[in-house]
């Protein structure tokens, strides 16, 4: 089935640093993912949508030039959190659109996401 | 806009018992709309999706969801909980095939032994 790795899972940086994690889709091609963030016990929250070879599209109120989102490949997405501080702790999701017959895993899959924590 | 709405923060049942967790949606448009699983610290697993073919959805681990669009809700059901089940379980939300999907608050099951 469709498979999307994600990382690191974890990472620890200084605050001001920037850090950046990674979302490929192993057997099939994404055209689109999706960034989302989730706060201890909470709800993912969409940031963007990644499309491959153009912009992404910021949901409102996410900083575009905080969270930089590059969709340079049909297989990987990538989002650089910059000037990271410890607000930005969270964890990150990706997810791409996948393919496969309907009533499957059809539509999309997750990677196992990133837990990061700014010190 | 598409969202979804989960009644019950917190749900706790016994191992054997019936589960059931509640959502409903709201959507201008016939809606897509997913049940995923997750376990602490990972990414989420989709258990069912409707797409506008039967209302009864079968999903993986014997869960099942029944959309009924009178009562714009899409309630995930098992006949029997495992102490494996427990987990938090989002309901979710598309209004257009393949776009972005809206994630409802979560729901954390508690399973007794």
């Known amino acids: 089935g469709a498979v999307v790795s994600q990382h690191p899972s974890w990472v620890i940086c200084k605050s001001g640093t920037s850090v950046k994690i990674e979302c490929r889709s192993l057997d099939f091609q994404a055209t689109t993912m999706f960034w989302y963030r989730q706060f201890p016990k909470q709800s993912l929250m969409l940031m963007a949508t990644?499309?491959?070879?153009?912009?992404?599209?910021?949901e409102q109120g996410v900083e575009k030039d905080k969270f930089l989102i590059n969709h340079a490949s049909l297989t990987l997405s990538t989002l650089t959190v910059t000037s990271a501080h410890p607000e930005d702790s969270s964890f990150y999701i990706c997810?791409?659109?996948?393919?496969?017959?309907?009533?499957?895993?059809?539509?999309?899959?997750f990677g196992s996401g990133t837990r990061l924590t700014v010190v | 806009a598409q969202s979804v709405t989960q009644l019950g923060s917190h749900v706790s049942v016994s191992e054997g018992a019936l589960v059931l967790l509640r959502c409903n949606y709201s959507s201008s448009v016939p809606p897509y709309l997913f049940w995923y699983v997750q376990y602490p610290n990972q990414g989420l697993q989709l258990l069912l999706k409707y797409t506008s073919a039967a209302t009864l959805v079968k999903g993986i681990n014997g869960f099942e969801a029944e959309f009924k669009k009178s009562e714009t809700s899409f309630h995930l059901t098992k006949p029997s909980a495992h102490m494996s089940d427990a987990a938090e379980y989002f309901c979710?939300?598309?209004?257009?095939?393949?776009?972005?999907?809206?994630f409802g608050k979560g729901t954390r099951l508690h399973i007794l032994p």
């Open positions: 990644s499309n491959e070879g153009s912009k992404a599209t910021y």
């Open positions: 997810s791409a659109r996948s393919p496969g017959t309907p009533g499957s895993n059809y539509g999309y899959t």
């Open positions: 979710a939300v598309s209004e257009v095939r393949d776009d972005k999907i809206i």
